[in-house]
């Protein structure tokens, strides 16, 4: 009767095929390790050759950005150089035109580039001792060209312009003493129609000024309007003044002579102010 086999080593593998199973395995994770370390290299290399080639075009379109915005740059420089060139030459020949029809016009009024002429201009005028009403306001319409003429020409100016504030200021003196002459010859008209006890109103007119006065010599509660017929301005007298010795200054302008602009076209002001003989402006 042959020998029993031994229990428990039935379906059992050996040692040997164990070791070999757990080397084969061993193995093929090492291989799934290095193929998947390949792999990391590779898409790391892939990212850095796409990094490599986006930065070369980067520096391409910088590059092309560049010369595009120096292209310009010139193109620009190139522009406003003639475009500066025609302005000089624009305003040259405009400044030639102007002072040809002065020249032609025999005109007495100041060059409105030259302080030196507006100065003088402005001394003349202080010192002149003409205050007729009809004199007087077309002094003062010739001025308000003098200070239109002026601003033109500033405004050709660039705002940093050494010389702005100067012509400014003349600007300012002229209106100043428009203000000063006006008042001085309302205080000699006054006097004259009070002394006179003539005709009560005085009135004169010019293409942007219109200018009357009007004494109350009658002193009658039946004056109740004051027409200044030649000049189409009209104005009620209160009731309270009409036995009062008191007197009526009217100014129509095309500008506003208290305003910086004086570029008002459609601006009319018409001023009344009416005087107490004891409070008359000063001549």
């Not at 040259?92 to 060059?111: D, F, G, H």
């Not at 006054?190 to 009135?203: C, F, N, V, Y």
């Not at 301005?233 to 009217?250: F, G, W």
């Not at 102010?273 to 001549?283: D, E, I, M, S, V």
Request: proline share 4%; with cysteine; hydrophobic share 35%.
């Amino acid at each position: 009767m042959p020998p029993k086999a031994k229990k428990g080593k039935k379906g059992k593998k050996s040692k040997k095929q164990e070791q070999l199973e757990l080397e084969k395995k061993l193995e093929e994770a090492r291989l799934a390790e290095q193929a998947e370390q390949e792999r990391l290299e590779r898409e790391r290399k892939e990212r850095e050759e796409q990094e490599r080639l986006r930065q070369i075009e980067l520096a391409r379109l910088r590059e092309e950005e560049k010369k595009r915005i120096a292209e310009e740059e010139v193109e620009e420089a190139t522009f406003r150089q003639s475009r500066a060139a025609l302005l000089r030459i624009e305003a040259a020949a405009a400044k030639e035109k102007e002072e040809w029809t002065r020249y032609l016009a025999c005109s007495n009024l100041p060059n409105p580039s030259s302080l030196a002429e507006i100065n003088a201009y402005l001394s003349l005028w202080k010192e002149s001792a003409a205050n007729d009403m009809h004199t007087v306001i077309e002094e003062c319409q010739q001025a308000f060209q003098v200070m239109r003429d002026i601003r033109g020409y500033v405004a050709s100016l660039p705002e940093t312009h050494s010389s702005v504030d100067l012509f400014e200021n003349a600007i300012t003196r002229i209106r100043t003493l428009t203000s000063e002459k006006i008042d001085e010859m309302t205080a000699k008209t006054l006097t004259e129609i009070e002394e006179a006890k003539e005709d009560p109103q005085r009135s004169v007119a010019t293409e942007n000024i219109k200018f009357g006065v009007w004494v109350n010599l009658e002193k009658n509660l039946k004056t109740k309007q004051i027409n200044f017929h030649a000049l189409n301005i009209h104005t009620d007298l209160p009731r309270n003044l009409a036995l009062n010795p008191i007197a009526l200054r009217v100014m129509y302008t095309s500008f506003d002579p208290v305003s910086e602009d004086l570029q008002t076209n459609h601006l009319v002001v018409v001023s009344c102010t009416f005087y107490h003989q004891r409070g008359w402006p000063c001549g």
